[in-house]
């Protein structure tokens, strides 16, 4: 478990089409656990906003739920940790993040942003001009910090389910049959928390 001091309030990012009532079960296991847990409601949440747009949302969010520059831990579930990334990588949330886990997330881009033509969903498709920005300095950013991907092997959301891994930190693979299910699979539920509680100064490689 993580020593007191390393216990920080933690920041919970939705997917497309969802909102921070997505996180019901994760944040009363937060909470149960005595943290401090801030869920945003990003808009729209539709794939009609980019993801620089999305992700200035959350800038603002952090800085007005948690203020004066404290460190926070930060979780990302789908398009979230896209949003995620980018709050860090580009708008310099890495000067506040401490621990940084990723959902579901695609890294990689996924298929399905296919369907739709949305400036979101653009970005969202394997080979974007934003996934590549992201990942020409992911390494030596994300570095920075404690970083955990969790990914099922079985999602039909993100395609290929692969995209889901950071080649950055650590690596969890949770078989949760559905994409959705990440949010409320007790394994995950439990490796999320356990990543959540990390102990800080650890590199995981």
Not at 78 to 104: E, H, K, P, W
Not at 130 to 143: N, P
Request: glycine share 10%.
């Amino acid at each position: 478990m993580s020593a007191a001091g390393d216990r920080h309030p933690v920041v919970l990012v939705h997917g497309i089409w969802k909102s921070g009532r997505a996180f019901r079960a994760l944040t009363a296991r937060l909470v149960k656990a005595g943290r401090e847990v801030h869920a945003i409601d990003l808009v729209p949440n539709d794939g009609r906003a980019g993801i620089e747009a999305l992700a200035a949302q959350l800038a603002a969010f952090v800085e007005a739920r948690v203020p004066g520059g404290a460190p926070i831990d930060l979780l990302g579930f789908s398009m979230g940790g896209i949003v995620s990334r980018y709050y860090l990588q580009r708008l310099g949330g890495l000067d506040r993040v401490r621990r940084f886990v990723t959902v579901s997330s695609p890294h990689g881009g996924t298929l399905t942003a296919y369907v739709r033509r949305l400036p979101g969903a653009l970005q969202l498709r394997p080979g974007s001009e934003l996934l590549r920005d992201l990942d020409r300095d992911a390494a030596e950013q994300l570095g920075r910090i404690d970083v955990t991907s969790l990914w099922t092997p079985l999602d039909l959301m993100i395609l290929p389910a692969h995209s889901s891994r950071l080649p950055v930190g650590r690596e969890i693979l949770v078989a949760a049959p559905l994409h959705a299910l990440m949010l409320h699979d007790p394994r995950s539920l439990r490796q999320i928390v356990a990543a959540l509680e990390a102990p800080l100064g650890q590199r995981r490689g």
